[in-house]
């Protein structure tokens, strides 16, 4: 490899009905993909595994909204989990995601993190789910998404939230 040459990274995920690959040479990557419906309490499981901002702005959700909104939190977590590598070394109570507003997305990092060289993105591929990009870089990195269902050319969805974007 030329040592001016960029390094591409990739990361994988799946659920019901949804395969994810975030490919960048940005820098590290973590993608996730969760169905809407798959947890059947998300405030139950929210108390358990999320931090209390996060489970404060689920309390305040009707029960539709909160299983899209735990549902956004999840899989945001989890990107940041496959970026870095830690799995649930890292306590999700240590870290949070703010989606307060229309499409402000903010990262509450954990101890020993810098939020500033961290960026992410939310999208809604389909009704029923929500998949979300990390990419850790000190440079701004704008996101996209494609679809490539079997007999289609793509489609490009817009983010419904960027911790990165103006």
């Not at 947890?39 to 595994?49: E, K, N, S, V, Y």
């Not at 990107?79 to 509450?108: E, I, K, N, V």
Request: proline share 5%.
């Amino acid at each position: 490899m030329v040592p001016a040459q960029a390094i591409v990274q990739f990361n994988l995920a799946h659920t019901d009905g949804l395969v994810c690959c975030a490919v960048t040479e940005a820098g590290t990557v973590g993608v996730d993909g969760e169905a809407v419906e798959r947890i059947p309490d998300p405030l139950a499981t929210a108390r358990h595994w999320l931090c209390a901002r996060e489970v404060q702005a689920l309390e305040q959700c009707d029960d539709q909204e909160r299983a899209i909104r735990f549902s956004e939190f999840w899989t945001l977590k989890g990107t940041y989990l496959r970026a870095t590598g830690t799995g649930l070394a890292c306590p999700l109570s240590d870290f949070g995601f703010d989606l307060s507003g229309d499409s402000q997305l903010q990262f509450m990092s954990p101890p020993g993190a810098s939020a500033s060289e961290w960026h992410f993105a939310l999208f809604a591929p389909s009704e029923h789910h929500r998949l979300a990009v990390a990419v850790h870089s000190p440079a701004e990195v704008p996101f996209q998404i494609t679809d490539w269902a079997a007999g289609s050319a793509g489609v490009l969805f817009a983010a419904l939230r960027a911790s990165s974007l103006s």
